[in-house]
């Protein structure tokens, strides 16, 4: 008798492991799209508080203006990357870039940027001043350190030919990604990278 239910309860254990790590799978799916989706909407205006004093921070070549809070430390430490410290294990990196060829610019670049993810993976938008705005969200990294980073690119057409983008990507850990303090980050970036210059 105990040599035939032994197999039964392997298969037993078994399916129980599958279901489990099904589960699993699925809650970390409807997690990450109720953090995406909450990303890409924005949070409503006035929800959170002053991060306190900010701080202008310009690339050498004036390619790009950002204010950033002053309790972040970094800057650029090469003309076309800035990385910043912003505590906890949160970190935002900057980086500049110049597109170029037939087509880099005007409607193409529009084309370009929402070809870049699925219509429900991202957001894009053409903000006051003709600067194009593209958002999305990435989960990142394996256990021990699982990561997410909430990405913003904005984007500036100087010509058909020839484009002016900035990609910033915020990465905190994990477990720390629906936090209200991250929140609070994450509506203050949002708002000065709309706020934020391209330069020529």
């Known amino acids: 008798m105990v040599r035939l239910l032994l197999p039964l309860l392997l298969v037993v254990a078994g399916a129980l492991v599958v279901a489990l790590v099904r589960d699993r799978r699925e ?3 409807l997690w990450l799209s109720e953090l995406r ?11 959170f508080g002053s991060t ?7 690339a050498p070549d004036r390619r790009l203006r950002l204010r950033l809070p002053a309790a972040w430390t970094g800057g ?7 990385s910043f410290d ?5 970190r935002l990196r900057v980086d500049l870039r110049t597109v170029e060829g037939s087509g880099a610019g005007g409607q193409a670049l529009l084309e370009s940027l929402a070809a870049t993810r699925p ?4 957001s894009l938008e053409t903000l006051t001043g003709g600067h ?6 990435e989960a990142r990294g394996q256990n021990p350190n699982p990561q997410v ?3 913003w690119q904005l984007a500036r057409s100087l010509s058909s030919e020839q484009a002016r983008v900035a990609v910033l990507s915020f990465t905190v850990p994990r477990e720390q990604a629906g936090e209200v303090f991250v929140r609070a980050d994450l509506a203050h970036l949002d708002r000065e990278v709309r706020k934020a210059t391209l330069g020529d």
């Open 86 to 90: 912003c505590g906890s294990g949160r």
């Open 37 to 47: 989706g909450s990303f890409l909407h924005g949070a409503p205006p006035g929800v």
């Open 52 to 58: 306190g004093s900010l701080i202008e921070h310009e």
């Open 132 to 137: 194009l705005l593209l958002k999305y969200l």
């Open 119 to 122: 219509e429900p993976e991202r």
């Open 76 to 82: 650029f430490h090469e003309p076309t990357t800035a």
């Open 27 to 29: 809650r970390e799916r």
């Open 149 to 151: 980073t909430f990405c």
